[in-house]
Each structure stands twice: as C-alpha cells, then as structure tokens.
C-alpha cells in the first residue's frame, strides 16, 4: 500500500513526470542468518539464532525507494518459480512497486542469495544465471529499452561496461544517482567510470572512492571526484558520510547515528534511496546526508535488504523519541535533524511495514 506521507508535494507540478524513480537490474530471493557467534568454519555446522527471507538484489533499493513515498518503477526479471511469485507480489502488492517494464521469464529459475550476519560484518554466498535479455532490450543485454520519462533513476555501475540507457534516460531530463560495484579486476581505472558523465551524483563508499581516486583520504576522494560528477557523497561506514558539490563548491559531513545493529544487509541501498528523496525535495545538502545516514541505521535493526527499509512510521517515532530524550536541552541530534519538523505530520500512523520472516509462507489453515 502506497505510504500517504508525499516528501515531494512541495516540488510536484503539473505536467510532472508519472514515475518519480526508475531503476533496473537483477532480483535475488534473499536469505538471511543473523546471531552467529562467529564466521562459519569448514567441516563444521553453524547454527543462527535468527532467520528472515525477502526479496533482494535491486529490490532493496526499489522498496527503500517506494517506502519513502516515492512513485517507483522497476525493470527486472522475475524468475518463473514460487521464489519468483512471491517476489513479484512483495514488491507490487505489498510495497506498491510498478512492475510494468518488469517480465517474468519462462523456465529461469530466480537466483538467490544467502547472507550471514555475525560481528557487525556478512559474507554471503550466491547463485544465479543471467536472464536472457528481453526482445525490446536497448542496448541487447542489460536494460530494457529506454525507460519511460522520470524524475530520476538509479544505477548499479559495473566498471568497464557501460549501460546505454543511462545517456537515453539523461537526455530525457531524469537526474541520475550512481553506486558502483566492487572491481574484482582490481584495476580500479577511472576511466571505466565513463557513464559518470550522465550522472547527478555518485555514492561510493570510502575503498571505492580512494581506489578510484588514488587517494589515502575519503574526503580528499570527495573532493576528487567532484571534478567528474555535480555530487560526490562517500559513505564513511561508522563514521557517517561526506559530500562535495562539484557546482558550488559547497562540502559538508555528517556523523553516523549509533544503534544496535541486527544485519547490515541492504543498508548501502537505504542510504542512497533517502539520499534520492532529499535531492529530488530539494533539501540542502546537509539535510540530504543526516536523512540518508537516519534511513541506513533503521534499516540496520531489522533482517534483510529490502523488508528492512524504514518507512515514515518508523522515521516519525525515532524523531519523536529524540524530541522527548531531549527536551529539556537540545542536543546534536535534535539540532541535525530539526528539519525533520517540517517533513513530518504531527501525527503520522500508517500501517505496519511487512519485514522478513523465516518462511516464504506458510499454508492457510483448511
């Protein structure tokens, strides 16, 4: 169910485009194992205290994205098997996701990740096989054909390849957000960041950035890639995150919030999408960072990548718990996040978020 908080009704128009975000890519059947002791051991068994199953993979960031009152549309294969269904259903039924460009492929199997959660770290093992691309594929192998009209899209760069839908999507007037995946190569060539000349703005995190950037500091990467891209944001981890805007030279920095952390999985994927939110509100850069880094560390108390995506219930009463804790002598957190006063209602009680659970489903009672 669409959440009913609008954070882009200020900035909505007539003639506005009917999608707010558009993105692509692969979706995986998580599951996720939270409470190891320790990183499983060979020729031994491991047992968790804790289990969860969600959709994965691009679904992280397309519920993250949705759950913020975003207008969504997905591209992506779905595979033709009950991993697949419930997929599909969790994201358009459940979360309000346009599946519209999204397909589901006859006889393909979808891949699936399994995640390990142990000493605030998670290794995870997958498995899965390209989809064959789609007859109205743009460039033939990896995105449908242009997307439709949007505010903005997200993209997963891969290094040296380029998505040719990026510069179709951009000449269009969508504003493009960029992470990028780790370069097993171990290259780390700029220059397989060629799509970054489509891009807004580009959301490493401090290994990739400095990589990059051949630098030793992940502010100095900022400031680096700033030369390339408008908006250089470089997740700093338990530090929080630093951004340069390359157009006005403005920089700023915001701390991590500490909190009780379950399973890190997806948590990347909440920070860009409150990020997204921020950008397309209008927001001043500050604003947008303290609200991308809020959206990672909720998301972080509960399992998995996408189920674990705060929505506005969960942002409402956090802020208001700070506003109590704090009542009495404002303190940095309730002075970073005092534009939370305007984004929020005064009393805001959707219904509850659906969150990962150890079985797909279980059987209705006969």
């Known amino acids: ?36 002791d320790s990183a499983p051991v060979r020729g031994t068994e491991s047992w968790a205290r804790g289990m969860g199953s969600s959709p994965g993979g691009v679904a992280n ?19 033709d098997d009950h991993y697949g269904e419930y997929c599909w259903e969790a994201l ?3 979360e309000g996701i346009d599946l519209a460009l999204s397909r589901t492929v006859p006889g393909w199997h979808s891949p699936v990740t399994v995640s390990m959660a142990y000493e605030g770290e998670r290794t995870m ?22 997307p439709p009209p949007s505010r903005a899209c997200v993209a997963s760069l891969v290094p040296g390849r380029r998505e040719g839908w990026l510069g179709c999507a951009a000449s ?28 807004e703005a580009f959301l490493p995190n401090a290994e990739e950035a400095m990589r990059y950037t051949r630098t030793d ?30 157009r006005t030279g403005e920089s700023a920095e915001v701390p991590a919030i500490a909190v009780e952390e379950l ?21 001043p850069l500050t604003d947008r960072l303290a609200f991308a880094g809020l959206s990672a560390a909720l998301s972080v108390q509960e399992f998995g990548g996408s189920l674990s995506a705060p929505g506005w219930a969960e942002i409402a009463g956090w802020w208001q718990q700070v506003r109590s804790y704090e009542a009495g002598a404002p303190g940095v957190l309730r002075r970073q996040y005092a534009f939370l006063d305007e984004v929020l209602p005064a009393a805001y009680r959707p219904a509850p978020l659906a969150r990962a659970l150890p079985t797909l489903g279980f059987r209705r009672p006969a």
Do not use: N
């Not at 997958?126 to 109205?136: M, Y």
């Not at 269009?172 to 891009?199: K, N």
């Not at 999408?273 to 209008?282: M, S």
């Open 125 to 146: 093992v997958s498995h899965g096989h390209e989809a064959p691309p789609p007859d109205f594929a743009f460039d033939g192998k990896h995105a449908p054909g242009c």
């Open 92 to 94: 358009e039924q459940g």
């Open 61 to 79: 960031m397309a519920t993250a994205l949705a759950r913020l009152g975003l207008r969504t549309s997905l591209a992506a294969a779905f595979g």
């Open 172 to 199: 269009r007037g969508s504003r493009i957000f960029a992470d990028v995946g780790w370069d097993d190569s171990g290259r780390w060539d700029p220059a397989d960041l060629a799509d970054l000349e489509h891009c």
């Open 263 to 283: 399973d890190p999985t997806g948590a990347g994927d909440v920070f860009v999408a409150g990020f997204v939110t921020g950008t397309l509100a209008d927001w």
């Open 1 to 36: 169910m669409p959440p009913s908080l609008d954070p882009l009704a200020a900035v909505r128009a007539d003639g506005d485009p009917r999608t707010d975000v558009y993105l692509t890519g692969t979706v995986f059947l998580d599951i996720i194992f939270t409470g190891l």
């Open 217 to 246: 500091c992940p502010r100095a990467a900022a400031r680096k890639l700033a030369d390339r891209v408008p908006l250089a944001v470089v997740t700093l981890g338990a530090e929080g995150a630093c951004a340069v805007d390359g």
